[in-house]
């Protein structure tokens, strides 16, 4: 065995080494089964002969605690006080307070009660006393303090140490450290050997592990059989917030340490942690609102993942213990100074529940110890002088009442103690022989439909004596044992400590309920251990499930089809599934069309399927739902669809030309536009052309035919009207002599000599009346003259439109079907026209 050293002469803690094991004594000749079953059960016996005795420490208890020496003091002391085993009182050790060279801090004691260890912050290392066993007088071992190696050759020793735990078998120690190398890095937790095989006792490293969550090791604990170390866990050395505790399996032979799982991992970060003493329950406080909660520890890896209770304290905690019997947990109340809230714990559950306070009590982590061998608590008071308080356990209600004669003095009058706080003691181990153990507990609870098989459920046969459990036979009895089946891994013999596993299913052939039981016949206590199974028999139901959830179609362009997607239809019930039908519904369900061959009865375990196409209508994101109805739960259920559509085409102005003119009223504007038809499309579009102004009109072609991706040109023609297409003036002309209508003439003539001659014999008043009666006969004769001309005469013309200066928009609608016959949503184009 080696040592090195470290910093001011500071012996470095080393790997041990592994030694081979000795040939096995017996001769290699083969017995029979039931003879090595006996010889196994007579070793065991003696080896729990053996184990009990190593396990059992001296009648004699001492409490230590550590303190500085003076105010800011580079050096403490450890005070010393033996307990009277009746009434739980302190008496002070001869010599007491001891004298440490360092700083002191947390500390803790060995399982066999051997020595003391005091964890120093600062220096960063572990200060070693041994303890005299009938004195409790402490002398420090000539190698101490020790410090933890490196965990590689290239790195620095860890730092920051937070926390310190030794375990039952008193032959190994963790410490936790914030920083695994130096003052940086992630937490670590080191595993030391504690070798009494030299001169003198040294601690020698094992190994140095990362916890594996990232967070800080804040408190270590070990269970009462030395089995697992539990990482109560706190913000990390990042930051981060951690909580919960990682559970560590302890190899009994070399102190290496295996990751099992989480105990209680709900809290945000941690606080504080405690295992009741016969580990069955795990506690944890923590998190943004200072929560507790309580979980059930297996006892076949020492996990807790099922925590029956998590409710809120109401207050900030300083610190947790549960008292020697597990039956209540006391919990330090920041918010009122000198207060406690006491905890009844059921016994079956672990649940907490509040029966009361304590006044006149500080509980503190690493300052308050409650002791393992009797009903007493001890906690240190910062107070000048120090001293410790000593009370006692009501063990009907829980309440604590200070002993008589506490505090207790520790011999200095300087600062308040303590700095950490340790009591001896192992107590025997409560469960001699055989003792077995069926986990999870509680009443196992089935479900199946009729005619099949439920899911299987394991449970384990643990045994949590300290000889062979052996295993006579597993079975189910019960009225209706014929309705489960179980297989199991175990064998003739379980040694202590050691699980099996038995594998339960639950096959109902009817409708109903069921009751059987688990039944393990062995030597331990109480056989046969039983379980409770209870199975519910359902009628057979269909379940429907798509695979996949969604279809994922390819992006397609407006007014093609997509390739069909395939949406298979699960039944993954028990009961045959009628479709009675499929739909579509939604934002856009006319953008998707299905065909399916839905149409029988699916049987469970079977599909259908559903061919679904993307034909979308317009551009952009579309979606859908397609809508099963059926006859199971949840009709009709839906699968979401969504997909995403190019435009079926692209408008623009050719290169060279503009969506704007600027003409002169009469002149005429062009737009040489191009259609460019987007992948895959072809068709016909359709145009036409509204929004001219007044005496303008336009003009586009009818349609135009894409295909191929290739760019199609068309021109909008928009004429205007103005001077430049006024119609010349006409000069006067006179009809041609044919046109003159001559009968109507030679008539007036005629009319006008015979009214002259008249006249002319016509005399006095007669002559008056003729030349009346021969202005009307003339004027008679033009009118006729006139009208004989029809519809000859003469009419003005309107004056010609002229298109008014201004903007106007032109806009050409376009129009298209997509393949199954439904117009296309297509934007139109707008063309800006302005007359000067």
């Known amino acids: 065995m080696s040592r090195s050293t470290h910093g001011q002469g500071r012996p470095m803690a080393t790997r041990i080494e592994t030694f081979p094991l000795a040939h096995f004594p017996f001769p290699p000749r083969i017995l029979h089964p ?73 500390m803790a004691i060995d399982g066999q009660g051997k020595f003391l260890f005091v964890l120093n912050p600062v220096s960063d290392d572990i200060s070693m006393f041994q303890i005299d066993q009938t004195s409790g007088v402490l002398s420090e071992v000539p190698a101490s303090p020790f410090a933890v190696p490196p965990a590689f050759s290239s790195g620095s020793p860890p730092s920051n140490p937070l926390s310190i735990a030794a375990e039952r078998s008193g032959k190994f120690l963790f410490v936790g450290y914030l920083f695994e190398s130096g003052s940086q890095g992630p937490s670590s937790v080191a595993s030391l050997a504690i070798d009494t095989s030299g001169p003198s006792p040294v601690l020698v490293t094992v190994e140095s592990i990362l916890t594996n969550t990232g967070g800080s090791p804040r408190k270590l604990l070990t269970d009462s059989k030395g089995l697992h170390l539990y990482v109560g866990l706190g913000v990390s050395s ?54 507790l909660q309580s979980c059930i520890i297996s006892p076949v890896d020492g996990t807790a993942n099922t925590c029956p209770s998590f409710f809120d304290l109401f207050f900030s905690n300083t610190g947790m213990l549960v008292e020697n019997s597990g039956h209540f947990l006391y919990i330090g109340d920041g918010d009122t100074s000198g207060s406690v809230a006491v905890y009844s714990v059921d016994q079956t559950t672990g649940t907490p529940t509040q029966v009361g306070s304590a006044t006149g009590i500080t509980l503190a982590q690493g300052r308050s110890v409650a002791d393992p061998m009797g009903p007493y608590i001890y906690s240190a008071d910062q107070t000048t002088p120090p001293v410790v308080h000593a009370f006692q356990v009501d063990p009907q209600t829980g309440n604590l009442t200070e002993m008589s004669g506490s505090p207790f003095g520790i011999g200095i009058t300087s600062v308040g103690c303590c ?177 399916n061959n839905c149409t029988a009865p699916v049987a469970p375990a079977s599909n259908c399927t559903i061919a679904i196409v993307f034909s979308p209508l317009a551009p952009g994101q579309r979606t859908a739902n397609l809508l099963v109805s059926d006859d199971a739960s949840g009709s009709p259920q839906a699968a979401s669809l969504s997909a995403t559509a190019n435009p079926a085409f692209a408008v623009a102005a050719v290169a060279g030309s503009s969506t704007t003119a600027s003409v002169t009223a009469g002149q005429t504007a062009q737009y040489q536009m191009q259609l460019t038809p987007g992948p895959g499309y072809s068709g016909t579009v359709s145009l036409t052309c509204s929004g001219a102004p007044l005496g303008a009109m336009c003009h586009v072609p009818a349609s135009v035919s894409l295909a191929n991706g290739t760019a199609t040109p068309f021109t909008v023609t928009v004429t205007t009207s103005g001077p430049a297409t006024l119609p010349p003036s006409t000069p006067m002309r006179f009809p041609p002599f044919s046109q003159v209508p001559l009968v109507p003439l030679l008539a007036l003539a005629l009319l006008s000599l015979i009214a002259f001659r008249a006249f002319q014999t016509a005399a006095g008043r007669n002559r008056f009346a003729m030349s009346g009666i021969l202005a009307a006969a003339i004027f008679s004769a033009t009118l006729g003259i006139a009208g004989c001309g029809g519809g000859s005469a003469a009419v003005a013309p309107p004056p010609p439109l002229i298109t008014p200066p201004g903007t106007s928009t032109i806009t050409v609608t376009m129009s298209a079907m997509s393949p199954s016959g439904q117009p296309l949503q297509l934007q139109p184009l707008q063309l800006t026209l302005t007359v000067k």
């Not at 990751?259 to 406080?285: E, H, K, N, V, W």
């Not at 439909?449 to 062979?468: E, K, R, Y």
């Open 34 to 106: 039931s003879a090595i079953v006996r010889l196994l059960l007579l070793l065991s016996i003696c080896l729990s002969v053996a184990s009990l005795a190593s396990a059992q420490t001296s009648g004699q208890q001492y409490v230590y605690g550590s303190a500085s020496a003076a105010a800011n003091s580079p050096t403490s002391v450890v005070a010393a006080f033996s307990k009277t085993s009746q009434t739980g009182a302190l008496t002070p050790v001869p010599g007491s307070p001891f004298s440490d060279r360092l700083e002191g801090g947390l």
């Open 238 to 291: 990042s930051g981060m917030l951690v909580g919960g505790a990682e559970v560590y399996s302890i190899d009994a032979s070399t102190g290496n340490l295996s990751y099992q799982g989480m105990a209680g991992s709900s809290l945000s970060f941690g606080i504080d942690y405690a295992i009741d003493p016969q580990d069955r329950f795990f506690f944890a406080t923590g998190g943004t609102a200072d929560f």
């Open 419 to 595: 700095q950490g706080l340790a009591i001896s003691g192992n107590p025997v181990q409560a469960i001699s022989g055989p003792a077995a153990t069926m986990f999870p507990s509680s009443a196992a609870t089935f479900t199946a439909t009729a005619g099949t098989i439920s899911s299987t459920q394991i449970f384990s046969i643990v045994n949590q004596g300290n000889q062979l459990l052996a295993i006579n036979s597993i079975l189910l009895a019960g009225t209706d044992a014929s309705s489960f089946s179980q297989s199991n891994t175990c064998l003739a013999t379980l040694a202590p400590n050691a699980h099996c596993s038995v594998s339960i299913t639950f096959n109902p052939a009817s409708v109903g309920t069921f009751a059987a039981n688990l039944q393990v016949a062995d030597n331990a206590p109480g056989s046969p251990q039983t379980l409770l199974l209870n199975g519910t028999g359902t009628a057979p139901v269909p379940t429907v499930t798509f695979s996949p959830t969604a279809p994922a179609f390819p992006a397609s362009t407006q007014g093609t089809s997509s390739a069909p997607q395939t949406l298979t239809l699960i039944n993954s019930g028990s009961g045959p599934l009628h479709v009675s039908g499929v739909s579509l519904a939604g934002p856009n369900p006319s953008d998707f069309s299905f065909t």
